[in-house]
């Protein structure tokens, strides 16, 4: 875990862990191309806001003096949890690090200094006791001058946004003064994201994930400004949550009962976590495949499989043909959507395989009453019908992969659907979107893919709105972001490569190219990126440098 620490403790520290990659000599920085940077050169904000203006002249802060204040006039005050928790936590960021016996130095260290950050919330409603949603206002805008720097937001999720870009521009000069630089004047402008749903997907059923990797990726999360948390909390290997209506699927379904599961407890510190770091849980129940451990412990959910005509003892998919199925859909989504208090469900739908319903000849005479003749996709488009029901009964919306899409099963016009296929990814864009449907588009970056080489240029390149109809539906942008140890034996890459495979890509796609943030950028070479400034409109930032500090 020490190097996820590294990466936890240096992620709002940006600029050090760059410039530690870089040759210096006589106090100046050099890139690897032999030019001498600029003072400039270090905004590296990240990702990058929508619009910067800045000069070259370094403010001081010092621990002793500094402090985050609730602006006059603000709608959120000290009763605020979510921003008293994040003062205390930027507060950590920016000085957690630093010698004590510096304060002296400080002190006798010329220049200005920045006293106060103001915060000022400007709705009546500041949202401090809520939860984001994808209709969360993140904009923000912030000026650092000395004495005082101010940080407005109409609500408390921008606050939180502005926070993080306030803190990456504070770093450890040469003599161990924390300063600010290139902040004269320094002025974000209205700042916010491109789109609304800028998530990462971990699976914690392959491969069990404990607590505190969770959190450790929450945590870099929100440094990367990202805002969604996609649990894909249930899969064939294992149900690792502990249901209070079903406790025989985690007690029968999970690798270990006590050890590689999720309570109730376990829960609700990860939504809370998330929480107040402005990060939804969407949490995913895949079915009606992918399901092989619900089976261990709800007697009769799966489809017996036969051969010939006997029983093989082998089961597949939920069985769609019982009303014992659709009653225990009931019981089981209606404790979900008490649970995770987020406005939508993921309810997968893909990859589902046929072969075990078609050996079933309770199945097959199913689908003779149903008129479906031999259309096994009829069937399923029969189960999810069911189940979608089943779910808007309990005020919740639901997310679905494209298969449900692709099978024509009748969807409410708020369903969000997945694209994860990339095959003919365009033409499944313009028909989700055509249809009306507000898309998530996954497939250009499944990160357990893991490449030799500087794979990161790819997820630079995709430009996700080039489709057609592009002008006319609103796209909202998803990065699927699996750990590496998904495609490898259980246990065998320690967990601290989990965060580092997985944040030296993620951060990738929401850094200076601004795909989740703001807007494109062109790759400088295909040789890789050097050092680039603010207000370069050449190239992206350096990753590789990134990269190499963290392995």
Not at 219 to 229: G, P, Q, T
Request: glycine share 6%; with cysteine; aromatic share 14%.
């Amino acid at each position: 875990m020490a190097a996820m620490g590294a990466l936890l403790k240096f992620g709002a520290l940006l600029l050090a862990a760059v410039a530690a990659c870089v040759a210096w000599e006589d106090g100046d920085v050099w890139d690897y191309d032999g030019h001498k940077l600029k003072d400039s050169d270090f905004l590296a904000l990240w990702p990058l806001p929508q619009k910067v203006q800045s000069s070259a002249v370094s403010f001081q802060l010092s621990a002793s003096r500094f402090q985050f204040t609730h602006a006059e006039g603000s709608s959120a005050g000290s009763d605020c949890s979510i921003l008293q928790n994040a003062f205390r936590r930027y507060f950590d960021y920016i000085f957690g690090f630093t010698k004590k016996d510096r304060d002296q130095r400080r002190r006798n260290a010329a220049g200005s200094e920045v006293l106060e950050l103001q915060v000022a919330i400007t709705s009546p409603d500041a949202e401090c006791d809520g939860f984001p949603s994808l209709t969360s206002d993140e904009s923000y805008e912030l000026s650092v001058d000395q004495p005082s720097a101010v940080l407005k937001a109409p609500k408390v999720w921008g606050a939180l946004r502005g926070l993080e870009t306030f803190s990456q521009l504070v770093y450890e000069d040469a003599y161990d003064v924390i300063a600010m630089t290139n902040v004269l004047n320094f002025s974000v402008f209205p700042d916010f994201p491109r789109f609304a749903h800028r998530g990462v997907l971990l699976d914690s059923s392959r491969h069990y994930l404990p607590l505190k990797v969770i959190l450790a990726n929450l945590e870099a999360m929100a440094m990367n400004k990202y805002n969604v948390f996609h649990w894909h909390i249930s899969d064939d290997q294992s149900f690792p949550y502990v249901s209070r209506m079903f406790p025989d699927l985690s007690q029968k379904g999970s690798y270990h009962p006590y050890t590689h599961v999720y309570t109730p407890a376990d829960v609700k510190m990860v939504i809370e976590f998330a929480r107040m770091r402005g990060i939804r849980v969407i949490a995913e129940f895949d079915t009606p495949g992918h399901t092989q451990s619900w089976g261990f412990g709800q007697k009769d959910l799966l489809t017996p499989c036969y051969t010939g005509s006997s029983p093989s003892g082998t089961y597949g998919p939920v069985n769609p043909i019982l009303n014992t199925t659709y009653d225990f859909m009931a019981g089981f989504f209606k404790e979900i959507s008490t649970v995770f208090p987020d406005a939508y469900v993921h309810l997968g739908g893909d990859e589902v395989d046929f072969s075990c319903w078609k050996s079933n000849p309770d199945i097959q005479k199913f689908m003779d009453q149903q008129g479906f003749g031999k259309d096994y996709s009829k069937l399923e488009s029969f189960y999810i019908q069911r189940l979608l029901d089943i779910v808007s009964s309990t005020d919740k919306g639901y997310m679905v992969w494209q298969e449900v899409f692709d099978n024509g099963v009748k969807l409410n016009q708020k369903t969000v659907v997945e694209v994860w296929k990339s095959s003919e990814l365009e033409e499944e864009l313009y028909n989700v979107t055509g249809a009306g449907y507000t898309t998530i588009l996954s497939a250009p970056w499944y990160l357990d893919y893991i490449s030799y080489g500087q794979d990161w240029q790819n997820y630079y390149k995709v430009e996700p709105l080039t489709f057609k109809g592009t002008q006319d539906w609103l796209v909202y942008l998803f990065i699927y972001g699996l750990l590496v140890t998904l495609s490898v034996s259980r246990g065998t890459v320690p967990l601290s490569n989990d965060c580092k495979s997985l944040w030296t890509r993620a951060s990738a796609k929401c850094s200076k190219c601004k795909l989740l943030w703001a807007v494109f950028c062109v790759l400088p070479s295909e040789t890789g990126p050097r050092s680039l400034s603010v207000g370069s409109s050449s190239g992206c930032p350096g990753l590789e440098l990134f990269s190499v500090c963290l392995s």
